[in-house]
C-alpha cells in the first residue's frame, strides 16, 4: 500500500494504491491518525488507484471519520472503482460515508 499526501486549501488528499486490507490496514490507519493528530481535520481519501478494501479496511475509515467528527472534521472518500463501490454499497458505507465520485466534486463540496 501506498499513501500520498496533498494540501489543497483546507483539506488534505490522501491517496492510496494497493489494497486496503487486514495486511495493510494497520498503517493506513496509523497514517490517516499522524494526519489528525498534525491538525489536518479535513481529509478526502482518494481510492482511484485501490484494487480491494476489506472490512479492515472500511473499519479504518468508519474509526477516522468518528474521530473527525469529534473534532468538527469530515472525511470525504472519493474515486471509487467498481470493485470498491460495490463493497461499499453492499456493506452501506456509501450512506455512512460521504461519497463523491471524483477528487473534484469532493474539494468542491462546501
Known amino acids: 500500500m501506498d499513501i500520498s499526501t496533498e494540501q ?7 491517496r492510496m494504491s494497493g489494497n486496503l486490507d487486514t495486511n495493510t ?3 493506513a490507519h496509523e497514517k490517516l491518525d499522524a494526519l489528525i493528530e498534525q491538525g489536518n481535520t479535513h481529509l478526502l481519501v482518494n481510492l482511484r488507484q485501490v484494487a480491494f478494501v476489506s472490512s ?3 473499519r479504518i475509515l468508519l474509526a477516522t471519520a468518528k474521530r473527525l467528527n469529534g473534532t468538527e472534521g469530515s472525511l470525504k472518500i472519493s474515486n471509487l472503482n467498481e470493485t470498491v463501490n460495490e463493497v461499499f454499497e ?3 458505507f456509501n450512506s455512512i460515508l460521504n461519497v463523491f ?3 473534484e466534486d ?3 463540496d462546501g
Open 8 to 14: 489543497i486549501d483546507s483539506t488534505t488528499v490522501v
Open 25 to 27: 490496514s494497520g498503517p
Open 56 to 58: 479492515a479496511g472500511l
Open 90 to 92: 453492499i456493506s452501506g
Open 101 to 103: 465520485t471524483t477528487e
Open 106 to 108: 469532493a474539494l468542491n
